[in-house]
């Protein structure tokens, strides 16, 4: 007999698909209604570019120094809990950085941000995977798509708060109250009990040994698993930041495209990899994380590799949205082999791939900016076809179609 990986989910399990996906709403909403005020901040606070730029590192400082605590508290607290907690304290991070009257309250206050972000983060996908668990298919690439709504309509929320002329008091008040209000309602819908079930639980029709015995358990092995997967989800966010830090500089700087048109290449990336993670689910359901993977390897390489060999500003607008579409699935399939893998307690893979990949998002600008100041931004760049070959070569650790 077969385990019927398609039966439909029962109303507890769709409940919670539908709090996790709030809580990932919530996630991409907080921090985006902060930074449309950030010039605000600056003016008000009266300093210079590198005061800010050293300021504003402080978020994924503190990400950095708290994110290997997630899997602890998710441990002895649940991913639930974790996952609303952080929630109300990332928004009392973000309403005190709104009110901060000097610049190392500013830091401060982006620090206790980044950490308690860091910590969402982790708890957010560690409860997102069990739910997926429970279905049996692929869902995580569609909270991903979530957290990506949330991050616009965090951004127009507060667009629309500096047209109506609202203080950063009132309206990042309004926003973390709103927001946790709305994680606390979903807490009550998420999966109870404790994280601690066995990961890749299925047994099959007869109760027997589960399904993926098969998989290797040497710590060698796991070892080496997990260290490919840092670097498949550090490829993902290497290249998402090559859209946010150098997408509509390369554009204008570099192939004189207008103010307008230069933005369109960071544009085309996200909307991209918005559309990609939209579709993944059913993709990594049809082929497997490892066939869209490498696929996604070869798009991110072949669209960005020609666009930098051709620079052109449509061509390069393209390669930039190649390489978003590329990468929509690689963040999470790394976070959902992670999170299975043996001989770890549960959510230590996850919090380990997920704390180095935020690394690799710290470390990425000054890299690509000293070879720009070197060389050339173009040459700079070429950073995004070579992880596409990287995951290409690398995504043989994920797993293979289910049959």
């Not at 009392?92 to 009257?101: F, Q, W």
């Not at 708060?161 to 309004?174: C, E």
Request: glycine content about 12%; charged content about 15%.
């Amino acid at each position: 007999m077969t385990v019927d990986v398609l039966r439909r989910p029962a109303p507890a399990e769709r409940q919670a698909r539908v709090a996790v996906a709030v809580l990932f709403f919530t996630n991409g909403a907080l921090f985006a209604n902060l930074l449309p005020r950030y010039p605000q901040i600056k003016a008000d606070l009266g300093i210079g570019n590198a005061a800010y730029g050293l300021a504003v590192a402080a978020f994924p400082t503190g990400a950095i120094v708290a994110g290997l605590a997630a899997g602890v508290l998710i441990r002895r607290f649940g991913s639930a809990r974790v996952a609303v907690a952080g929630t109300l304290l990332t928004g009392v991070g973000v309403l005190a950085a709104g009110l901060a009257g000097s610049v190392p309250a500013f830091a401060a206050a982006l620090f206790l941000a980044g950490a308690m972000d860091a910590i969402t983060d982790v708890a957010q996908n560690a409860h997102g995977l069990r739910v997926q668990r429970r279905y049996g298919r692929s869902i995580i690439n569609s909270f991903h798509a979530i957290w990506s709504i949330g991050a616009v309509s965090g951004g127009s929320m507060a667009a629309a708060a500096i047209a109506l002329d609202l203080s950063r008091g009132q309206h990042l008040l309004i926003s973390a109250v709103l927001f946790t209000i709305v994680a606390c309602v979903a807490l009550r819908f998420c999966l109870p009990g404790p994280d601690t079930e066995p990961a890749g639980e299925e047994t099959d029709a007869a109760g027997r040994e589960p399904l993926r015995q098969e998989r290797v358990t040497a710590p060698l092995r796991t070892g080496y698993v997990l260290a490919a997967l840092v670097l498949i989800a550090t490829a993902g966010t290497l290249v998402e930041d090559a859209g946010n830090s150098w997408a509509a500089l390369y554009l204008s700087d570099s192939l004189h495209a207008s103010v307008t048109l230069a933005a369109t290449g960071y544009i085309a990336l996200v909307g991209a990899q918005f559309v990609g993670r939209l579709l993944g689910d059913r993709l990594v359901d049809r082929f497997g994380q490892r066939a869209v993977a490498r696929a996604g390897g070869f798009v991110v390489a072949a669209g960005m590799g020609l666009a930098l060999a051709v620079p052109t500003v449509p061509g390069t607008i393209l390669g930039f949205a190649a390489a978003g579409f590329g990468v929509a699935t690689l963040v999470p399939a790394a976070m959902h082999e992670a999170d299975e893998l043996p001989g770890l307690k549960p959510g230590s893979g996850l919090t380990i791939v997920s704390w180095l990949m935020r690394l690799g998002f710290l470390l990425s600008p000054p890299v690509v900016g000293l070879v720009a100041d070197a060389t050339s931004l173009r040459l700079g760049l070429l950073v995004v076809p070579f992880v596409g070959v990287l995951v290409v070569l690398l995504a043989g650790v994920l797993q293979p179609r289910r049959r």
